[in-house]
């Protein structure tokens, strides 16, 4: 599983830093505080990416802003929020999976589940939208790049 990765990653990391800081701290124990995300991350290795609007936040957030209001700086990134591209999943389906322009291709990284999942967060829970979420898995196979779907078929 993809997301899983990520998971251990942060299992690692974590752990890591624990255990050098156990080794050079010689001040009293006091407690390390995860943030919400490190923490789930660290409770459920392997499923802590399964809910939409945690990927959303975790890899999605840092361009879109974390309500999808959208940010002009380096570049421009585009508000969600209020996006009417959203009210049918494909088009956002694509946009992920592909990638457009300056907006990276995320299909490598996320299962046919995981792409729903966010795209459902994106129709309804992100910011002021709420359209019904229609994304399903089915879908999202449909509309990755070709060559990913051949993937392991030659
Ligand atoms: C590195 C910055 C970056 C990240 C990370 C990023 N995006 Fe984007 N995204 C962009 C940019 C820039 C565009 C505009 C592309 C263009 O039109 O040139 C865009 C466009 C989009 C669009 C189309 C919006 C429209 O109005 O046409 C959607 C939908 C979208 N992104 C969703 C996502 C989702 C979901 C994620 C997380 C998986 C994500 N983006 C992560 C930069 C980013």
Redesign the pocket.
Known sequence: MKQSKYACFAVALSGVAAASAIAQDTRPVTSFEPSELQAEAMANPGVAFESGEK??KT??????MPDGEGAVGG??????SG?E??EYPD??IF??TNG?????S?GH??DDDQ?AA??NY?QSGLGENTYEPTADAETVALVRPLEEKNEGEE
């Open positions: 990927i959303y890899i999605c957030a840092a361009c879109h570049g421009t990134y585009p508000a969600l996006n591209k959203l088009y956002a946009i992920i457009y322009k300056a907006m990276p995320f990284l996320l792409v966010l795209v994106l």
